[in-house]
């Protein structure tokens, strides 16, 4: 049998920072779901690394009212059993943490007494093309 287990090692995460502001002038029944993620990465040596997701759910806009805006910010730390291009595995990494991130959201919007918020899945490859 195939040796199946990756090589990439997911060996914790850590919330590094959570905020979460109520719009009491809010008034709509519904709205739009608007979520942006951006992404970090420290090499730690050379054959580990941290990789931060910056997530940020309904973002203040000029002219958009949300019912809250709310900011994650998640490092995870990975270890590889050999050296690679760290860079290419981001998107692995990505996909990894990017589960936790969905139910740390969910559980953050359950608390604060708001409809409880299921982020969609995304294509995490995505998130490493520059345009």
Same mark, same amino acid.
């Given at each position: 049998m195939k040796e199946m287990k990756s090589f990439l090692q997911f060996k914790k995460y850590i919330i590094e920072k959570? %905020? &979460?502001d109520y719009n009491l002038n809010f008034s %709509?029944? %519904?709205t739009k779901l608007? &979520?942006?993620i951006d992404k970090e990465f420290i090499t730690l040596d050379e054959d580990a690394f941290v990789l931060r997701l910056i997530m940020e759910v309904f973002p203040p806009k000029e002219g958009k009212e949300y019912p809250f805006n709310?900011?994650?910010v998640m490092a995870g730390f990975f270890k590889c059993k050999e050296q690679i291009d760290i860079e290419k595995y981001l998107p692995n990494a990505a996909a990894i943490?990017?589960?936790y991130m969905r139910s740390i959201v969910t559980s953050i919007t359950s608390n604060a007494n708001v409809a409880p918020l299921i982020l969609p899945t995304i294509?995490?490859?995505k998130l490493f093309i520059d345009e």
């Open positions: 959570i %905020e &979460f %709509e029944d %519904e608007d &979520f942006s709310l900011k994650v943490m990017y589960p294509n995490t490859q």
